[in-house]
C-alpha cells in the first residue's frame, strides 16, 4: 500500500513480558521497508498529549530481553470520550501518521476500533497479555513467561509447604479466565485448581483436600485464579478450609503483579518478532481493523471485533488431567 509513510506504534493496557520485543520488531520491519515509525509514549494518553517521538532501527537496540514496555502503558479515561479522540487524531495528522500498530488486550483493541471508524485510520492489534485471554490467536505475548513466572514461584513455596506440613493457597492473575491458574497449576503440581470457568464449591474442595490427607499428603499446594467464584475471595476460602481442618497450617501467597515482570522467555520473544513484522507487512498490503494472532505455529489475521467480543475457553481435557494427577 504506497499511501503509507508513517506508522506509529503504542502499547496499552496491563503490560506484559516481550512488549518491548513486538516494539522493536515494528520499529524494525518499518524500517526495512523504508517506512517511518513513531513510538506513542503512554499509550492513548500519549496519544492524546502529543507524546510522540520518531524511532529508528537503532532506538530499540537491547530491549528484546527486557520485560514492561519502553513506550510505557496508561489506561486513558479521556480517550473514551469523542472529544480525546479528536485530540489524538489531531496529533497523528500533524506527525503525519498514516495507520497504528496497537499492543494490548481487548480494552485497547476497542479503543483502536472506534478510533478506526472513526477517522478512517487503518489498525492492526498486536495481542500483549498475560492472560492469554484473547480470541483469535493460541497464545497472546506474556503468557508464557508469566507461566514459567509462577511454576518457579509455586516450586519456592511447595519447600515451604512440606517443611512445616502447611496447606498454602496461590492467588495467580485471572480475573475472568483461568488459562494461568490452569496451566501453571498442572505444571507445578498443585493439588487443586481452582479457575472461573469451573465453581468447584468449598464443600467439594473440602471433601478433596480430606482426601488427599487420607492418602498420606502432610502438604498440599491450591492454586486460585483471582477470578475464582468458589468463595468471595482467596483469603475466604483459606478461612473456611482452615476452621474445617484445624489440623493444616493454612497459608495464602498472593503472586500479584510480579507475574508481569522479568525478562520475556525465548518462546514470548520469537512470538513477538514474528508479530511485529506480520503487523507492519500486513499495514502495507492495506489491511485494517485485524489483530494478528497465531494458530498452529501459523501467523492469521481476525477482525478486532471478534478480539473484543470474543470469549476464550479453558482447555477441558486439562482440567480432566489435572483431576487424575492430584490423587
Do not use: W
Not at 465453581?199 to 499428603?217: F, I, P
Not at 475466604?236 to 515482570?261: C, D, F, K, T
Not at 485494517?288 to 481435557?317: R, W
Amino acid at each position: 500500500m504506497g499511501d503509507i509513510k508513517k506508522i506509529g506504534v503504542l502499547t496499552s493496557g496491563g503490560d506484559a513480558p516481550g512488549m518491548n520485543a513486538a516494539v522493536r520488531s515494528v520499529v524494525r520491519s518499518s524500517v526495512y521497508n523504508e517506512i517511518e515509525c513513531f513510538g506513542i509514549y503512554k499509550g492513548y494518553h500519549g496519544l492524546i498529549n502529543g507524546i510522540i517521538k520518531k524511532l529508528d532501527a537503532r532506538s530499540v537496540n537491547n530491549i528484546i530481553n527486557k520485560g514492561g514496555t519502553i513506550l510505557k502503558t496508561a489506561r486513558c479515561k479521556d480517550f473514551r470520550e469523542k472529544s480525546g479522540r479528536e485530540k489524538a487524531y489531531n496529533n497523528i495528522k500533524s506527525h503525519g501518521i498514516d495507520c497504528l500498530v496497537v499492543i494490548g488486550g481487548d480494552g485497547s483493541f476497542t479503543g483502536a476500533m472506534i478510533f478506526s471508524n472513526e477517522y478512517d485510520i487503518p489498525v492492526i492489534g498486536i495481542p500483549g497479555t498475560i492472560d492469554n485471554d484473547i480470541l483469535g490467536t493460541k497464545y497472546t505475548i506474556g503468557y508464557d513467561t508469566a507461566l514459567n513466572t509462577v511454576v518457579e514461584s509455586i516450586d519456592k513455596i511447595r519447600d515451604t509447604a512440606i517443611s512445616h506440613n502447611r496447606l498454602f493457597f496461590v492467588e495467580v492473575m485471572g480475573r475472568d479466565a483461568g488459562h494461568i491458574a490452569l496451566n501453571a497449576g498442572i505444571g507445578a503440581g498443585a493439588e487443586e485448581i481452582l479457575i472461573p470457568e469451573e465453581n468447584m464449591g468449598l464443600d467439594r474442595l473440602l471433601e478433596s483436600l480430606k482426601n488427599s490427607q487420607k492418602s498420606g499428603k502432610s502438604s498440599s499446594i491450591v492454586v486460585v485464579a483471582e477470578g475464582d467464584k468458589t468463595g468471595k475471595n482467596v483469603f475466604e476460602i483459606a478461612s473456611y478450609v482452615e476452621n474445617n481442618m484445624p489440623e493444616y497450617e493454612v497459608r495464602v501467597s498472593v503472586l500479584g503483579h510480579m507475574q508481569r515482570g522479568g525478562a520475556p522467555s525465548c518462546f514470548d520473544r520469537v512470538l513477538a518478532s514474528r508479530m511485529g513484522v506480520y503487523a507492519v507487512e500486513n499495514l502495507l498490503k492495506g489491511k485494517n481493523n485485524v489483530m494478528v494472532g497465531i494458530e498452529n505455529d501459523k501467523l492469521i489475521l481476525s477482525p478486532l471485533e471478534q478480539a473484543v467480543k470474543g470469549q476464550t475457553e479453558v482447555n477441558k481435557n486439562l482440567i480432566r488431567v489435572s483431576e487424575i494427577l492430584s490423587i
